[in-house]
């Protein structure tokens, strides 16, 4: 089919690169002309394991281009999908206003009958609205069908996501366009969830904040067992063995990050304001995880007292492991928290450190050597568990530090590795090693 996808982010560029891999004849418009010109030459703005190979293997067979041109984008698309992104307001909703113009855009230039998948996050009625603007701006003898179609790629996995994924939801009232879409999506022989439009804008939102919720809930229980001397791993491996549990997603550490559940739990929490419905569950999901960001402060300040002029080393500057994304990354409250003690900051990481450099410019020092960063340092603060730092050999930590002292936030060694070495090590939810 002739595939238009709406915006070149983290979705759009994934979702068009796997819809070309597909098959399909894909253009992804964007109205950003530099990044619209890089993906023309084959490079791509953002990291994602394997995403570049896959559009320059689509853009030298011809199945995808890129476009700012929208009359080009959309004349001819059968089927065109809104990835536009919904980011946070100061009051916690989703700016809508990139949804807006998608969809004024797509009925202005719009020369056949379409359908219009919206796989970005979106607030209850959203879809309804966009079907709106369409209906009042496009040619009255063309119709135009909205579906909400939300997506559930994970960074760093996004592509495996999108090709083996525990289900598609397909939210629209018309059978017609449910059948279309199940054929659409049938080659992925992944289960097809149809149901009304509004109850799939909920099961988007539904998701992300029952796995942030997930997430509060084991650091949480790790506070406990920091307190009583548990082990936060056992406990975790201990309930997921029920079946209604799972173990996935309860793995303790200074909490969640990202452009998705610190967003979709605050505009979730804020449209339970809107309806006059408080969410106390999430709002606690909220304060945990602001908390949690900030526990390393709290272990730190315990172990070398004021951090006024202390040389500390930043591992990790990403939200997590394999993106270069740091948008809501706990290194960076981190970062903040120590700039205001009056630390002396040098910060690595493998491939976000150009994104951190946009938010926190030359405030810190930075080091793509994991080595280099440690050199001198007092004190080692683990942020994100990149593979580079779990594999670290640990005598690193006494051969190139000042004082060998190191605050895990991501559990990256295991006890019985790290109690061979003298270095005092701070973990979370773990019984503590002090030398
Ligand atoms: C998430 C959802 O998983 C995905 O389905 C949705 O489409 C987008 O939002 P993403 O934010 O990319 O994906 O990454 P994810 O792997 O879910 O991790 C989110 C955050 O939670 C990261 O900061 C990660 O470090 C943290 N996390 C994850 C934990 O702290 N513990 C865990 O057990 C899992």
Known sequence: MKVTVAGAGYVGLVTSACLAEMGHEVTCIDIQKEKIDMLQSGRSPIYEPGLESLLEKNLHNKQLNFTINPNEAYSNAELIFIAVGTPEQHDGSADLKYIHVAAHTIAHYMEQDVIVCTKSTVPVGTNELIQQIIDSRKPPNLRAEVVANPEFLREGTAIIDFFHGDRIVVGTSDPKVAAIMEQFYQPLQIPIYKTDIRSAEI???????????????????????DNVGANIEEVAFGIGLDKRIGPHFLKAGIGYGGSCFPKDTKALAQFGGHLNQPLPLLDAVIQVNKRQHSLPI????????????KK????????????????????LTLINELSVEGADICAYDPIAIPNAKRILGDSITY?????????????????????????????????????????????????????????????????????
């Open 203 to 225: 099961i988007k939102y539904a998701s992300n904040a029952f796995l942030a919720m997930k997430i509060s809930f084991i650091n949480e229980m790790a506070g406990i067992c």
């Open 298 to 309: 709290v272990k730190a300040k315990e172990l070398v007292g004021s951090l006024k002029g």
């Open 312 to 331: 500390v080393a930043i591992l990790g500057l990403a939200f997590k492991a394999d993106t270069d994304d740091v948008r809501e990354s706990a290194a």
């Open 367 to 435: 080091r793509e050597d994991i080595r280099e960063a440690l050199t001198d340092a007092e004190l080692a603060i683990i942020a994100t568990e990149w593979e580079q730092i779990r594999h670290l050999p640990l005598d690193v930590y006494l051969t190139h530090m000042k004082k060998p002292i190191v605050i895990d936030g991501r559990n990256c060694y295991p006890l019985q590795a790290i109690q061979q070495y003298p270095i005092t090590y701070r973990s979370v939810g773990r019984p503590d090693k002090t030398m």
